[in-house]
């Protein structure tokens, strides 16, 4: 299984950015998926979740500014990033697994085990 996250970078506060998760080496349609994000010495945070079925739930902070998405034929999970504000800049992971192994597939539920992309820098200023 292998997740690999694309699209971070520096935007100035108040702009935008796509991020991108692109997945393989399992069967992606069965997968909770969510973004995640960490400062240095900080927790890891639960920003956005999606379900099998396309459902989504966000953390409080980002409702409204962030919209998670996936592309099922290019296996591949997107977050919509705009009106971004300085406390959005992490370190941001895409990560999957199967629901009943991961607590569930809503923020706040979903824990994630197994599979972690790398990594993807947002910084906000």
């Known amino acids: 299984v292998q997740l690999v996250e694309s699209g971070g970078g520096s935007v100035q506060a108040g702009g935008s950015l796509r991020l991108s998760c692109a997945a393989s080496?399992?069967?992606?349609?069965?997968?909770?998926m969510g973004w995640f994000r960490q400062l240095p010495g900080k927790e890891r945070e639960a920003v956005a979740v999606?379900?099998?079925?396309?459902?989504?739930s966000y953390t409080d902070s980002v409702k409204g500014r962030f919209t998670i998405s996936k592309d099922n034929a290019k296996n591949t999970l997107y977050l919509e990033m705009s009106r971004l504000k300085p406390e959005d800049s992490a370190m941001y992971y895409c990560?999957?697994?199967?629901?009943?192994?991961?607590?569930?597939?809503?923020?706040?539920?979903?824990?994630?085990?197994?599979?972690w992309g790398q990594g993807t820098q947002v910084t906000v200023s």
């Open positions: 990560a999957a697994d199967l629901p009943f192994l991961s607590g569930g597939c809503a923020i706040g539920s979903f824990h994630p085990r197994r599979h």
């Open positions: 080496g399992y069967t992606y349609n069965r997968y909770c």
């Open positions: 999606i379900t099998t079925a396309g459902s989504t």
